[in-house]
Nanobody, 120 residues
């Protein structure tokens, strides 16, 4: 299993960004996927989850409607669109493969992350 994130970088406050996660080595379309992040000096924080079909999406309360998760099963890619970026969004963003397709049974693989820095 391999998960590779991309799309991070330096963004000004109020800006937008789209992160991508390409999965390989497993049947991407058969598993739910998640995004988590780790801010400097903090622990991992769950952001969002999308089921195998893309029909069911869950978000953490802290996303405040600014985050949108999506997936393209034909190309084995998951996305995270982030708008109205705030300095508190500065973090390494990781994608993770869930153990199941719909119900949550935990995550078993993570990518190496992509760094998002929000600063003027």
């Amino acid at each position: 299993v391999q998960l590779v994130e991309s799309g991070g970088g330096l963004v000004q406050p109020g800006g937008s960004l789209r992160l991508s996660c390409v999965g390989s080595g497993f049947a991407f379309k058969d598993y739910a996927m998640s995004w988590v992040r780790q801010s400097p000096g903090k622990g991992l924080e769950w952001i969002s989850r999308i089921d195998w079909s893309g029909d069911s999406r869950e978000y953490a309360a802290h996303t405040k409607g600014r985050f949108t998760i999506s997936r393209d099963n034909a190309n084995n890619i998951m996305y995270l669109q982030i708008s109205s970026l705030e300095s508190e969004d500065t973090a390494v963003y990781y994608c993770a493969k869930d153990r199941g397709a719909t119900e949550y049974y935990g995550m078993d693989y993570w990518g190496e992350g992509t760094l998002v820095t929000v600063s003027s």
